[in-house]
């Protein structure tokens, strides 16, 4: 009689708990039903779970999501981008304390040791009742340029995969992919590693509604923030080898709704503002205002915040970074959180003149588009990119001159500006990312930068 292997995944969920009552009863009825049926089933998450743009993540450092996650009994979990980087690397080694599911995560160490991290392993070996070896490999998007800075060293893929098979070589059955490296990697893993079974990815946020089959591997994704539910089926012989692979999801506003789901989502959304709202910053003198376009109060104290904290005289920062204004009076960190929601941390570049000047002409360029740019990923939670802003630099366009600090640019100098790492994965500024010598900033994003400042007193001399 064949055996049936079932995997339920979830991916790039990223904090929208509207979601997640329906997809909680949804996994629980699946794993309940299909068992019942004598099948195999695992549940597993590819990452991004948590997204600190929801107040309750925020307030907690993401220990809500895995206290959710921990309701529904994965059998593994990787982590994306939005735990490593989202979080210090203390809060990231707490994340999982309290969690009741392995974390699979096979291409990153701790910097300093070079060692595994402790709350996770690089694979996870579950056998069946048929006696049929699963093994899950866990790998996250190496970005290496903000990992390192937050204190751990990620592995390449196409260094980390060959040592990891080796490891594995002879030790399983079916071998199975947790994936939060985005489809294009996930396809060339597939076509390189024919020894896979089962890709499940996430990070690029694309959905496979029946899967992709390359070669006998069947590559899988539910697309992003919850929408759906993926699920594999492996029909296997009776000497465990994979004789059928079907893929499917199910979009989860056709689930049924309950009438306590709106309850929960809502208290979810109530604690993480009470949370926040208990954490007072600052009093104001007066009001901080955003604009769409150009300087305003708001703007240049954000400006002053971010050369402040990464030491430099020099700044930049997009309107679109604002997605409200601070009134006068007692500044909260839940203030803080709905007007800079960003997972953006702070970028440090250094550049010769001739490239500032080729950076600021980019910007100059594409002013005007940016303006109305909607920007979706890349730590930023806005909606429109919006007019590009200088603390220190001016520009006279009829001349095609750049001054800093009123200066002209020494096109042999080096000088040191601040920004967003945003800009350094900008496809609209490559000057960055191409000569410059860039540094992100950790821990902290943006509105800890502003917190800061806000803090001391410093936007009183504004």
Not at 65 to 84: F, H, K, R, S
Not at 207 to 233: C, E, N, S, Y
Not at 263 to 288: C, K
């Amino acid at each position: 009689m064949a055996e049936i292997i079932d995997f339920f995944h979830t991916n790039d969920m990223h904090s929208h708990f509207e979601t997640w009552p329906r997809i909680r009863r949804y996994l629980k009825q699946q794993q309940d039903g299909f068992r019942a049926k004598g099948d195999t089933v695992y549940t597993v998450d590819i990452g991004d779970a948590m997204d600190r743009m929801h107040p309750l993540t925020e307030a907690t450092n993401g220990q809500i999501n895995t206290q959710l996650l921990n309701q529904v009994d994965y059998d593994a979990v990787t982590v994306g981008n939005n735990e490593g980087i989202g979080n210090s690397k203390r809060q990231l080694e707490q994340l999982y304390e309290k969690a009741n599911f392995p974390v699979v995560l096979a291409n990153l160490k701790d910097k300093k040791t070079q060692q595994q991290p402790k709350w996770a392993q690089p694979y996870l070996i579950k056998v069946t009742n048929e006696g049929t070896r699963v093994a899950f490999i866990g790998m996250t998007a190496p970005y290496i340029s903000t990992y390192r800075p937050n204190g751990w060293d990620p592995e390449l893929i196409q260094n980390a995969m060959p040592k990891i098979l080796a490891d594995l070589a002879g030790k399983y059955d079916v071998l199975v992919l947790l994936s939060h490296l985005g489809i294009t990697m996930d396809k060339r893993i597939a076509a390189k590693y024919p020894e896979f079974d089962v890709i499940m990815g996430g990070h690029t946020h694309h959905l496979l509604p029946t899967g992709l089959l390359i070669g006998k591997t069947m590559v899988a994704a539910a697309g992003r923030f919850g929408d759906h539910v993926g699920h594999v089926q492996l029909t296997l012989n009776q000497d465990h080898q994979v004789q059928q692979s079907v893929a499917s999801v199910v979009t989860t506003t056709k689930l049924p709704v309950e009438a306590a789901d709106e309850a929960e989502i809502t208290g979810y959304l109530t604690a993480g503002h009470e949370q926040l709202a208990s954490q007072v910053i600052t009093q104001l003198p007066h009001a901080l205002t955003s604009k769409p376009i150009g300087h305003s109060t708001l703007m240049d104290v954000s400006l002053a915040a971010v050369a402040r904290a990464a030491k430099t005289e020099v700044a930049l920062l997009n309107t679109g970074v604002f997605l409200g204004d601070f009134a006068a009076g007692p500044v909260t960190a839940d203030d803080l959180h709905t007007v800079l929601p960003h997972a953006m941390h702070l970028l440090r570049v250094t550049l010769r003149g001739t490239d500032v000047w080729r950076l600021i002409m980019e910007i100059e360029k594409n002013r005007q588009f940016l303006q109305h740019y909607q920007l979706h990923g890349l730590g930023f939670r806005g909606k429109i990119f919006g007019d590009m802003v200088y603390k220190g630099i001016t520009v006279n366009l009829l001349s095609r001159t750049v001054y800093w600090l009123g200066k002209p640019l020494d096109p042999e100098a080096t000088y040191t500006l601040a920004g967003m790492d945003t800009y350094l994965y900008f496809q609209f500024f490559p000057t960055i990312s191409i000569v410059g010598d860039s540094e992100v900033l950790f821990p902290g994003v943006l509105r800890n930068a502003v917190a800061s400042y806000l803090k001391d007193g410093k936007e009183e001399g504004k």
